[in-house]
């Protein structure tokens, strides 16, 4: 039964979202601001009100890691666990601050005051450890700062009152190119693209040769042209997830290049005939959300957005939704059933998103990167962008760079620059093993620094990360197979099982409990996985054991147990120990080897 206080909270949450079933999600998420937990009276009235299956309201409830159906603490705290992350100490950080509070990883102290628990990454490598309270993003957290905050919460301060350095996000830029160095004057692309025409503004879009920065590198004008030849409804909508650990480069341009982002999703809005764009935004950036509110209401104050934008006699106009912590809604078509308000799995394929995608209509979706360079190369022409970079991979690419480095940070540079040039840049040419693209990516050894980072040879949303010595690559592939058990949304049997497989090899092998058996099992069902996935998530999963392996074997035969063919993973002897002791049987021929022992001599 829901109270009538409740009903009528619920009902004005529901009211702000124009009581839109798509916007469920929204919903669901102002609910657990609200009340630090999304109860069951909340998933009934959304279920009658907006007439969903009750297991559908649910079942998001149960799938967004930033939803829970029972309360979280008063103070509710995330540490970010990218490996960089942890290279930094935040797992010990958040170990400390656990000790210091007496509560366990994710469950609500008793007295209800705290929560903490650990997230994958946030999207702050380089200012790590970092991590989330209440949903706002705090940095560089050293000893000194986890113990304050453990007596601040012990005194119950409010969130609003800590340090505000504690909060301090830097933009953490190293090297600017055309990209970062062109700001777009709000309106100058639009209204160049008008000039030109539309059409025109597309072919130059596809001169440019730009390809999707989100690292697959589909060319970002024939997506576009293949829209703007679909008939009927099209949208635009705009991938900001950045969920692969150690990419931050998204946050960068959303702080700094709003007008830029909005200004190349109206272009394609314009040129496909599209009257609406979603930006959907990671949850963990929540803190920039009022800012490009502000930038998307100064834009329709100025006519470049609404009703026939900047004298177009077309109308766009642009929605932001934020996600709720689910790595796999990073996938396009994820990401557009979460936008309709539903569990982030993947679509079946085809049709493309193109053809069918949000709403069942045609749909451009880009990330942040290819809508601010679009919007700068419709300014500057194809000519400007194309003359930048390789053959087969044109222009510049932001990459975040994290790890063992001097200089952890944004590094703007031609398509094509070779994994030392760059660990020259960011001060890592001790570096033993660089992961590029982050979780999904290739784990590269020293021999293969000369190869380039390009859609030809090593591609990437933008993830760098950079280990040396120190570093047990056993240990990595084992965080990054914890992280895709994880994340696996479980539609799929290969990837639902296969990585929770991958997960217990990786465990066994990384506390040297292994055998040459494990190896080749890893090896198996690595392949298998790969290769029966259902979606990009599960055919990228296994990467980084597969590449630690055959690039770092001497580090696995460190961790093999002396000897050892085979271990097997279920020791029947301590699992019927109980029952030998209860019953009195535990002589030594009820002992499995030593009774097989004696009952062979
Ligand atoms: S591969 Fe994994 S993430 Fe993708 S649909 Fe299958 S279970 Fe889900």
């Not at 007496?102 to 209800?112: A, K, L, M, T």
């Not at 930038?295 to 642009?318: K, M, P, T, W, Y």
């Not at 933008?462 to 949304?489: N, P, T, W």
Request: charged content about 25%.
């Amino acid at each position: 039964m829901v109270s009538t206080w409740l009903s009528a909270t619920l009902y004005d949450i529901a009211a702000r979202y124009d009581h839109d079933r798509h916007a469920l999600l929204q919903m669901l998420r102002a609910v657990q601001a609200a009340r630090s937990c999304v109860p069951e009276e909340a998933i009934q009235f959304f279920a009658r009100h907006l007439n969903v299956p009750i297991v559908e309201v649910r079942g998001c409830v149960e799938f967004y890691s930033f939803l829970h159906a029972t309360p979280r603490g008063q103070y509710d705290i995330y540490f970010s666990d990218s490996p960089t992350d942890r290279m930094a100490g935040s797992l010990v950080a958040a170990e400390r601050l656990a000790a210091r509070l007496g509560v366990e990883f994710g469950v609500p102290r008793p007295d209800g005051r705290v929560t903490l628990g650990l997230t994958s990454c946030t999207g702050h490598c380089e200012q790590a450890p970092a991590g989330l309270v209440n949903r706002r993003v705090f940095t560089r957290m050293t000893e000194d700062r986890v113990d304050r905050m453990a007596d601040l919460i012990e005194r119950g301060v409010p969130v609003e009152q800590w340090p505000e350095v504690w909060f301090h996000v830097e933009n953490s830029i190293r090297v600017s190119g055309p990209t970062l160095e062109t700001h777009v004057t709000p309106g100058d692309a639009l209204r160049a693209s008008l000039v030109r025409g539309l059409p025109q503004t597309l072919d130059e879009v596809e001169a440019s040769g730009l390809q999707g920065r989100g690292g697959a590198g589909f060319p970002v004008g024939r997506k576009w042209r293949g829209a703007y030849e679909t008939r009927g409804i099209h949208y635009i909508t705009c991938n900001a997830d950045e969920g692969e650990p150690g990419t931050f480069k998204d946050r960068i341009l959303l702080a700094g290049y709003a007008d830029e982002l909005f200004e190349g999703m109206t272009i394609a809005g314009l040129i496909v005939g599209a009257e609406k764009g979603y930006l959907y935004m990671r949850g963990e950036y929540e803190y920039m959300l009022s800012g490009l509110q502000e930038v998307l209401a100064s834009r329709r104050e100025a006519g470049l957005l609404g009703e026939d934008v900047c004298g177009s006699g077309q109308n766009f106009d642009i929605i932001i939704h934020l996600g709720a912590g689910a790595y796999v809604c990073g996938e396009q078509s994820a990401l557009l059933e979460s936008l309709e308000g539903r569990r982030g799995i993947p679509r079946i394929r085809p049709p493309s998103a193109v053809k069918k995608g949000l709403f069942g209509q045609s749909t451009v979706n880009n990330n942040v990167e290819s809508f601010v360079q679009a919007a700068q190369i419709a300014l500057m022409g194809g000519a400007w962008f194309a003359d930048l970079g390789e053959e087969k991979s044109r222009g510049t690419k932001l990459l975040s760079v994290a790890g063992d480095c001097t200089r952890p940070g944004i590094y703007e540079l031609p398509l094509g620059v070779t994994v030392r040039e760059l660990l020259e840049r960011c001060g890592g040419s001790h570096a033993k093993a660089v992961q590029v693209g982050g979780a999904a990516g290739r784990t590269v050894g020293r021999a293969e620094f000369e190869r380039h980072i390009s859609y030809a040879d090593l591609a990437t949303g933008g993830s760098i990360m950079v280990f040396d010595e120190r570093r047990d690559m056993v240990d990595l592939a084992r965080q990054f197979a914890h992280f895709f058990a994880h994340e696996s949304c479980g539609f799929c049997t290969p990837c639902r099982v296969g990585t929770q497989m991958l997960q217990h090899y990786a465990d066994k092998l990384a506390s040297c409990q292994g055998s040459r058996h494990d190896l080749a099992q890893i090896r198996s069902i690595g392949q298998m996985v790969k290769g029966y996935a259902h979606c990009g998530l599960g055919e990228t999963a296994p990467n980084a054991l597969l590449d630690t392996l055959e690039r770092f074997p001497e580090e696995y035969e460190a961790h093999l147990l002396p000897e050892a063919d085979f271990v097997p993973d279920f020791d029947l002897d301590a699992a019927v120990s109980e029952a030998r002791a209860l019953t009195g049987r535990d002589d030594r021929l009820h002992q499995l080897e030593h009774g097989k022992v004696e009952a062979e001599s």
